[in-house]
């Protein structure tokens, strides 16, 4: 017998297990726990303090939905207006020594004469092969040189996607795309390059809410604290270390047995068979492929530079920076670093060279966080990563020489993007539904593996509806049809809902007029 029985347990309290449990909460129906092996909530989406007062997310998170669920829950949480800033997306990227506006393939007018043609040749090539191919792009390289055409994915699409994905185009599969790649409009590429304009905002993040305290993982700390206490375990007492799938039982670190009817899995898929002892299983997501990612973080003196101004996240194709990306982290919000009147001592200037005082002095201070992959098929020299972001912020001129360095951040997460490798469908379509028979409903960025779906509202929602599927066998729309809840606004479930499972309706059935 275990020690503690549910209906429904909850493994992970990111924004999916949280999702899940929410609804859980919500439908107040089948008994429930959640587990989580940190002391706070947030999975990757929490966010951590250096010393000196920066904050830092686990990567570039930002709230921005498909699903009026998820805003209803958050905003539960962070409920006052002074809880949050909304920003407009003032995003670039950096090619040849200037700021191109994102995306890229939408503004090559600002590109040199030379890149301008080459890319336009490129993309006259693939609009008319476009009309007559009878075939779908094998994989991401083709979905690019079919929509950009050479010049773009030579220049910007191919080296860009190498940095962030840490795998060749070419072993990429195009199913993920959807509204994650802007598929450009060459009349107004052209249009733009003779009247030397650029294109405007594109893409469902053009505007976006971030928490004014706390950082991304404040939101799910909050949203946490709205779940009772008896249902949550975190930190060593909730540290899973043996799935046993056939008896229905997991077993904790402190040694604790929880028996269960149906499972909830956010931890990385490939974990969660390791701890099942699944062989079969093991081999199967041996054909899953991921990517690392580095989060560095630099603490800066001084007024934010004119240079910089209100962008918000930027883009590095080249290779005179180890990083892809780049967050303003201190334009979010002017208490994700410390106040101008606190006083820290410089640690050295960005070229390396000493200080010239020791002596702690005020503020103001300015942040940035940059993101480099790592794979197999990209190494990373992890021992001196930190000074490589640093000089790479030089040779952008992000930051100059002679700047203060007063505080820095450097995070590993093993498990960082869950490659849309060609092989990754045909081990989901398999995986999962063998899971599944075993009452196990693997969902989240890596316990479904599927990136379209692995923003922080899809997390939550692929939680809300694993629940509903187990309790009224609703379909679950976010694993199943990403294309279709990422085109239209998903108002089917509101918080202040009542929620009826199968076979149980409500005692009066609205009137169309009632209704």
């Known amino acids: 017998m275990a020690d503690i029985k549910v209906d429904v347990l909850v493994i992970g309290a990111g924004p999916t297990g949280l999702g899940a449990a929410k609804r859980l909460?919500?439908?107040?129906?089948?008994?429930?726990?959640?587990?989580?092996?940190?002391?706070?909530?947030g999975g990757l989406?929490?966010?951590?303090?250096?010393?000196?007062?920066?904050?830092?997310?686990?990567?570039?998170?930002?709230?921005?939905?498909?699903?009026?669920?998820?805003?209803?829950?958050?905003?539960?949480?962070?409920?006052?207006?002074?809880?949050?800033?909304?920003?407009?997306r003032i995003s670039y990227v950096r090619y040849k020594g200037q700021w191109v506006p994102y995306p890229f393939?939408?503004?090559?007018?600002?590109?040199?004469?030379?890149?301008?043609?080459?890319?336009?040749?490129?993309?006259?090539?693939?609009?008319?092969?476009?009309?007559?191919?009878?075939?779908?792009?094998?994989?991401f390289d083709e979905w690019i040189l079919r929509t950009c055409g050479e010049g773009v994915a030579d220049v910007f699409m191919r080296p860009y996607n190498y940095k962030v994905w840490a795998v060749p185009t070419t072993k990429m599969q195009c199913q993920w795309l959807g509204e994650r790649v802007a598929a450009p409009d060459v009349k107004l590429v052209t249009r733009n390059v003779i009247l030397n304009?650029?294109?405007?905002?594109?893409?469902?993040?053009?505007?976006?809410?971030?928490?004014?305290?706390?950082?991304?993982?404040?939101?799910?700390?909050?949203?946490?604290?709205?779940?009772?206490?008896k249902n949550k375990r975190y930190g060593e007492k909730g540290e899973v270390t043996k799935v046993d799938a056939d008896k229905k039982v997991v077993t904790l670190k402190d040694g604790t047995t929880i028996g269960y009817d149906k499972l909830i899995n956010t931890m990385a898929v490939d974990h969660l068979v390791e701890k099942m002892g699944n062989q079969e299983l093991?081999?199967?997501?041996?054909?899953?492929?991921?990517s690392s990612t580095h989060v560095i973080g630099v603490g800066i003196r001084g007024e934010r530079p004119e240079r910089i101004g209100d962008k918000c996240w930027l883009y590095f194709p080249e290779d005179n920076c180890p990083f892809y990306r780049a967050t303003i982290f201190s334009n979010y919000s002017p208490y994700n670093q410390p106040q101008a009147d606190v006083k820290l001592p410089t640690l050295y200037k960005a070229d390396g060279s000493k200080a010239d005082s020791s002596e702690a002095k005020p503020g103001p201070y300015w942040s940035i966080m940059l993101e480099v992959s790592q794979s197999t098929m990209k190494p990373v020299d992890e021992e001196n990563i930190l000074r490589d972001c640093i000089q790479g912020l030089i040779n952008t001129e992000m930051i100059k020489p002679e700047d203060e360095i007063i505080s820095t951040y450097h995070r590993k997460f093993d498990h960082g993007y869950p490659t849309p490798s060609l092989e990754r469908e045909g081990v989901l379509k398999e995986l999962l539904p063998k899971l599944q028979?075993?009452?196990?409903w693997s969902r989240g960025r890596f316990g479904s593996w599927r990136y379209e779906v692995g923003n922080q509202d899809h997390s939550f929602m692929l939680g809300v509806e694993a629940v509903d599927n187990i309790v009224s066998g609703a379909v679950e729309l976010t694993l199943n049809y990403p294309d279709f809840v990422?085109?239209?606004?998903?108002?089917?479930r509101r918080l202040d809902q009542p929620f009826y499972s199968a076979g149980t309706p409500p005692k009066e059935l609205p009137s169309r007029e009632r209704a």
């Not at 093991?282 to 991921?290: F, P, Q, V």
């Not at 028979?437 to 196990?440: K, N, P």
């Open 25 to 41: 909460n919500h439908i107040n129906g089948p008994s429930w726990l959640i587990l989580d092996a940190n002391e706070k909530a």
């Open 45 to 88: 989406a929490s966010t951590d303090v250096t010393p000196e007062g920066f904050l830092y997310d686990v990567g570039g998170h930002v709230i921005f939905s498909h699903y009026k669920y998820f805003d209803d829950c958050i905003d539960e949480a962070l409920p006052k207006p002074d809880d949050w800033y909304t920003h407009q």
């Open 105 to 139: 393939q939408n503004n090559i007018s600002m590109l040199p004469k030379e890149d301008q043609v080459k890319c336009i040749d490129g993309l006259i090539d693939a609009a008319m092969a476009a009309r007559v191919a009878t075939d779908k792009p094998k994989n």
């Open 197 to 229: 304009k650029t294109a405007g905002n594109w893409g469902p993040n053009a505007t976006f809410r971030f928490p004014a305290r706390d950082g991304t993982g404040g939101i799910w700390i909050a949203v946490s604290d709205t779940l009772p206490e």
């Open 282 to 290: 093991i081999t199967l997501s041996k054909g899953l492929y991921y």
């Open 437 to 440: 028979a075993q009452g196990i």
């Open 486 to 492: 990422n085109s239209r606004a998903n108002t089917e």
